[in-house]
């Protein structure tokens, strides 16, 4: 076993493979075999598009590609004010935002592992625009763009979709990153991430690698299998991407879904962006494939159980065939 800390962050893991079930076993303890699309009623298949929140925006004429709207039960809402009120102890305000579903195929069982990867480019743009415009909103202080994939990853319908969660705070995982980002400038007058891709591209952590971006598993990997996803070039946006560099993403992305896929492992992936340009966007892919304990609820310490060398090593095995939809 050992101890590992995050590159920047105060983060702690406890590498322990010991503890590990072998991928084949976690297939059969995680397979969900639940489908919510009973009597043809659900929400995000084509034909139940009046079931849904007025439409924003589509990829594709009558027969869509991709859709979408407001979220039916949102955790944020425009109603309200965006102000946050401080009384002593107590710190309070509306749960103010926008809370979006982006469906990413018209097609139900299909997966985001499923598409190919210039469809998967096409929904990293839609992000962006989605992403920009929540910004835009007056009040709002960040736009979260998140994907859950499976009953333990948080999901409550089974059919592929994203979800934009924009708020009137700055989360706190992307403020202490950047705050790391920026002690580390301060004292070497460059990226710690561009360091972290130069050492990680060449390294038995690395999943995937071309002119344009980086995909490996982190030193102090919290999850099983978890995953992070990097344009090269320094950009502290997904807008700032160009179209190389989401192809790019799209490819990494599709590598790092379809391995998982392919041990029915549930899922979270969210994006990392700041206005401040010392940060460097990237992608980070967290498998549920393991409980948190109380270790990791209490003193924030996780456990793993398999380690980043040994995980980055299942992603770079050769895709098994799956046939499309």
């Known amino acids: 076993m050992e101890l590992r800390k995050d ?3 105060d983060h702690w893991v406890i590498i322990a493979p010991g503890r590990a079930r072998r991928p084949k076993d976690a ?10 699309k009973e009597n043809d009623k659900c929400f995000f298949c084509p034909g139940n598009e009046h079931l849904t929140p007025q439409e924003k925006g589509r990829l594709g004429g009558e027969k869509w590609q991709m859709r979408w709207f407001d979220n039916k039960f949102p955790a944020m809402s425009p109603d309200g004010s965006p102000d ?8 309070y305000g509306s749960s103010f935002g926008v809370h979006e579903v982006i469906v990413e195929t018209p097609v139900h069982g299909a997966q985001l592992s499923d598409l190919d990867a210039e469809d998967i480019k096409l929904l990293l743009a839609v992000y962006s625009k989605r992403i920009a415009e929540a ?3 007056q009040g709002v202080a960040y736009a979260l763009m998140v994907k859950n994939q499976g009953p333990d990853a948080g999901t409550s319908l089974s059919h592929s979709h994203s979800q934009l969660m924009a708020c009137n705070i700055q989360p706190p ?3 202490a990153e950047l705050d790391a980002v920026k002690g580390f400038r301060a004292e070497k007058s460059r990226c710690p991430y561009c360091d972290i891709l130069s050492i990680e591209s060449e390294g038995e952590r690395l999943i995937f690698k071309d002119d344009f971006a980086v995909a490996f598993c982190p030193y102090a990997s919290r999850f099983n299998y978890e995953a992070w996803l990097f344009p090269k070039r320094h950009t502290n946006q997904l807008e700032g991407c160009d179209d190389n560099e989401l192809r790019s ?3 990494a992305l599709k590598r790092v879904l379809t391995r998982l896929r392919e041990i029915d492992a549930p899922y979270n992936f969210y994006l990392h962006y700041h206005d401040d340009p010392d940060f460097h966007f990237h992608i980070e892919v967290c498998p549920r494939i393991s409980k948190l304990g109380g270790l990791e609820l209490g003193a924030g310490i996780f456990i793993n159980s398999v380690s ?3 995980a980055a090593g299942f992603y770079r095995q050769k895709l098994a065939f799956r046939a499309s939809f």
């Open 135 to 137: 910004r835009s909103m």
């Open 308 to 310: 980043p060398e040994e």
């Open 84 to 91: 946050i009120h401080k009384d002593g102890f107590f710190t």
């Open 249 to 251: 993403m799209a490819s």
């Open 27 to 36: 297939a059969e303890r995680l397979s969900d075999k639940r489908d919510d």
């Open 7 to 9: 590159y920047l962050r």
């Open 173 to 175: 995982e992307v403020k």
